[in-house]
């Protein structure tokens, strides 16, 4: 009887979890299992801020996946180009794909919601290309600066749009880095500018209103400046516009503008033949997308349901983590006509960074600030690699400066 073939799409949190799943409860001879990634490593994504404001390099936040997958799995470098779960096909740029059970796991783009000028003149912490752009694009402004004959310091004005999660630890990690490059190019460092611009009444939207009043307190300290409910209508490239009142528009021409207020699932969805809502599917409660018993989907391109609150589950590291286990049970249980386990979330809380020592979070049905908070973070952060990787890349990879 032939194997069955497994095609797992992306190496994120979602895929790459469920592939290491896979090669534990799954052996050569009963399945062949193929993974697909953009590129040959994998990244965290969830230090991404840390790598756009400079204060750990590009190489720190990835690994590659060689050193996670097993004989049981062939690792494909491509490109997915497509995907059409009505002829179970993926075009790839490695050629083409087909599968008895799929899985999607490419993660999310930045949803701009239509703001004009976004896409061309503002920069994201997608990935880890994107938030070396970010870094570089910082830096390459503050030495320009220091050339001009007249200077122009807007050239010195970061604004971050977005008070989210990404939108603060980004800003948190920059109060950090701003000092530094301030001394590493002469720059008086009140010439710089740090601008938060939120289209929601609050920051950190869904986090208890004393941890938001921390951040918010240690970051103005840090010298960022916050304006909330005040909408990006236009991205230019001096700069933004921001709605203030009902009529009043206000320019503010800045050299870096950051986008950090929004996600969708990849755009690859959209095409795949499965109904979507801004790239996400939403799934049955075993990762099944509704209409293709064959196919599963994974982190940020699922889309599912708190029943208690009626909520969707936001789109995070923890979550597609937890998916990627199911996913890989659920696939051994179908391969031998078991019935499938519903995912059921398992909420650990959440610590929001504030750059070096200091974070807010939830955990263990307690709130968390400053040293305590950041210390719970670096656990976080290592916790993710030893259950990809185990006790060797935590201990190459991981977060140990806890005090
Ligand atoms: P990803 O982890 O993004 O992986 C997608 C993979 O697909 C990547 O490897 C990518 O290269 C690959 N891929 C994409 N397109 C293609 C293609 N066409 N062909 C081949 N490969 C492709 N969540 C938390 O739980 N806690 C946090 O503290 C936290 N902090 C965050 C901080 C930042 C700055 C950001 C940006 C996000 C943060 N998140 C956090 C959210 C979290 O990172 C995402 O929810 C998580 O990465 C989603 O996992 P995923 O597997 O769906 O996608």
Known sequence: MKRPTILVLGAGYGGLTTVVNLQKFVNVNEAEIILVNKNDYHYETTWLHEVGAGTISPDKARYPISTVINQNVTFVKANVESIDVNLKKVETSSGEFTYDYLVIGLGFEGETFGIPGLKDHALSLTNINTARQV??????????????????????????????????????????????????????????????????????????????????????????????????????????????????????????????????????????????????????GDMRSPDFEDVFVAGDCAFLLNEETGRPYPPTAQIAMQQGVIIAKNIKHLMYGEPTEQFVYDDKGAVCSLGDNDAIGTAFGRKFTGKRASALKKVVDDRALYLVGGVGLTVKKGKFKFL
């Open 135 to 284: 870094r570089e694009h910082i830096e390459y402004q503050f030495a320009s600066w220091t050339l001009d004959d007249i200077k122009d310091d807007s050239k010195l004005t970061i604004i971050v749009g977005g008070a989210g999660f990404t939108g603060i630890e980004f800003l948190g990690e920059l109060g950090n880095r701003i000092p530094e490059l301030c001394r590493e190019f002469d720059i008086p460092q009140e010439k710089v500018r740090l601008l938060c611009v939120e289209a929601a009444p609050t920051v950190l939207p869904g986090f208890d209103s004393e941890l938001v009043d921390y951040a918010k307190a240690q970051l103005t300290k840090k010298g960022v400046e916050f304006s909330i409910g005040t909408p990006i209508v236009e991205a230019t490239e001096e700069g933004v516009k921001i709605k203030k009142g009902d009529e009043d528009v206000e320019f503010i021409k800045a050299g870096t503008v950051v986008w950090a207020a929004g996600v969708r699932g990849n755009a690859l969805v959209e095409s795949s033949g499965i109904e979507s809502h801004r790239a996400r599917i939403a799934v049955r």
